[in-house]
């Protein structure tokens, strides 16, 4: 090994069938890791350490949660749910939010055109969900509503879209950068 290079320890593997679509590491403190995996089956994986650095174990395996492949996730930031439930996103343009401990899938609602959600971003403190499809579209809804709050054009195609509170940083295809404050 160089001097300088990380020590990189295996903890586990876990085999996946069909197209993993998207991947989540949730830090937990004296409770262990857990890491959340989605398909393009409608399936989520979760795998679970139980205690930090200690090795992985499914949690659970192969839990459909919709016939759509789920195209993205998120931790729902909302203080209110304590970190147990993920915000998904499918092809078919539907958000929904899934409650790991109780093993429950819940609709919040799908875009009338069934755009596909590329991302979706929960937001701390308040009970919004941002989602982007590659069609020029945010849509902002309310968890606590099940409604689509607000649908906002974008100028150009999106790319990626990262939240560091206060901000959504977006990035569009014509490498132009659009900050949202979300707390105005």
Same mark, same amino acid.
């Given at each position: 090994? /160089?001097?300088? @290079?990380? !020590?990189?320890?295996?903890? #586990?593997?876990? $085999?996946?069938?069909?197209?993993?679509?998207?991947i989540?590491? /949730?830090k937990?403190?004296?409770?262990?890791?857990?890491?959340?995996? @989605?398909?393009?089956?409608?399936?989520i994986?979760?795998?679970?350490s139980?205690?930090?650095?200690?090795?992985?174990?499914?949690?659970?395996? !192969? /839990?459909?949660?919709?016939?759509?492949?789920?195209?993205?996730?998120?931790?729902?930031?909302? $203080?209110?749910?304590?970190? !147990?439930?993920?915000?998904? #996103?499918?092809?078919? #343009?539907?958000?929904?939010?899934y409650?790991?401990?109780?093993?429950?899938f819940q609709?919040? #609602?799908?875009?009338?055109?069934?755009?596909?959600?590329?991302?979706v971003? @929960?937001?701390?403190?308040?009970?919004?969900?941002?989602?982007?499809?590659?069609?020029?579209?945010?849509?902002?809804?309310?968890?606590?509503?099940?409604?689509? /709050?607000?649908?906002?054009?974008?100028?150009?195609?999106f790319?990626?879209?990262?939240y560091?509170?206060?901000?959504?940083?977006?990035?569009?295809?014509?490498?132009?950068?659009?900050?949202?404050?979300? $707390? !105005?």
């Amino acid at each position: 090994m /160089q001097s300088g @290079s990380p !020590n990189l320890q295996e903890t #586990g593997s876990y $085999e996946i069938e069909g197209l993993v679509s998207s991947i989540i590491l /949730q830090k937990q403190n004296q409770q262990g890791d857990r890491i959340f995996i @989605s398909d393009w089956n409608g399936k989520i994986h979760i795998l679970r350490s139980v205690e930090p650095g200690s090795k992985l174990k499914p949690l659970v395996i !192969n /839990q459909e949660l919709t016939k759509c492949p789920i195209l993205s996730m998120d931790i729902n930031r909302d $203080e209110r749910v304590l970190n !147990n439930q993920l915000i998904i #996103g499918t092809a078919e #343009g539907q958000i929904a939010i899934y409650h790991v401990e109780l093993e429950k899938f819940q609709e919040i #609602g799908q875009d009338k055109e069934k755009r596909p959600i590329a991302k979706v971003i @929960s937001i701390e403190k308040k009970p919004l969900i941002f989602s982007f499809s590659w069609e020029k579209v945010m849509i902002v809804w309310d968890s606590s509503s099940r409604e689509d /709050q607000y649908v906002h054009a974008l100028k150009a195609n999106f790319i990626a879209a990262e939240y560091v509170h206060p901000y959504i940083a977006i990035l569009f295809g014509n490498n132009e950068i659009a900050f949202i404050d979300v $707390e !105005n």
